[in-house]
């Protein structure tokens, strides 16, 4: 980020703060604020905190495990966009090869691409989801945490709103009631408010 030197240590600090790095890397400035720095970030914004002399070199990579990848043009114009927001996604089944100049590259399967189970991606609100039905002529009521709907049909979520995965919050849907015309147009319904993949 940068701050054309017009940020005071007050300002520096806690736009750090807010910024939450996991490394910090200190460049520019005098020997004793860059010190006074280091130490008020080491303390307060992050366990890794280097400071360099000139002409030092660092190492400051991660153990992470990932890899710049090429989309292969053959790969890519086998899959099958869905739109989602302002964003499109897909599933992607490929191997692993490597292109001329040695970077590792996404290749179609050689054989027929293995089963998976469908993933649902989206958010259900209860509340806009029973506005929904109500306007499709769904008799529709909340009742002990549960959608019921219809006479016999129940949607309920479970799970733990509070744990998360990549931002999103681990839970299920659950969709209980008698196999019935009832039960698989709610159960459409639903479906409609979730991209698959």
């Not at 007050?10 to 736009?15: D, G, H, N, P, T």
Request: proline letters at 4%.
């Amino acid at each position: 980020m940068d701050f054309e030197g017009r940020s005071d240590g007050r300002s520096i600090k806690s736009i750090l703060a807010h910024v939450a790095p996991l490394k910090l890397v200190l460049v520019h400035g005098s020997a004793e604020a860059t010190e006074h720095l280091k130490q008020h970030c080491l303390k307060h914004v992050c366990p890794q905190v280097y400071a360099p002399q000139l002409e030092e070199t660092i190492d400051v990579t991660s153990d992470l495990c990932a890899y710049k990848v090429q989309l292969s043009e053959k790969l890519m114009s086998q899959v099958l966009f869905k739109k989602l927001g302002d964003y499109e996604i897909a599933w992607v089944d490929a191997e692993v090869g490597k292109t001329e100049n040695d970077m590792f590259s996404l290749l179609p399967l050689s054989g027929p691409a293995p089963p998976h189970k469908t993933v649902l991606v989206g958010d259900l609100k209860m509340s806009d989801f029973k506005q929904f039905l109500a306007s499709k002529g769904v008799q529709v009521e909340f009742g002990g945490g549960a959608l019921r709907c219809g006479e016999y049909v129940t949607i309920r979520k479970v799970g733990d709103a509070s744990q998360k995965v990549g931002g999103a919050a681990i839970q299920q849907i659950v969709l209980e009631g008698p196999l019935s015309e009832e039960y698989y147009k709610i159960r459409e319904y639903l479906y409609s408010h979730f991209y698959s993949l």
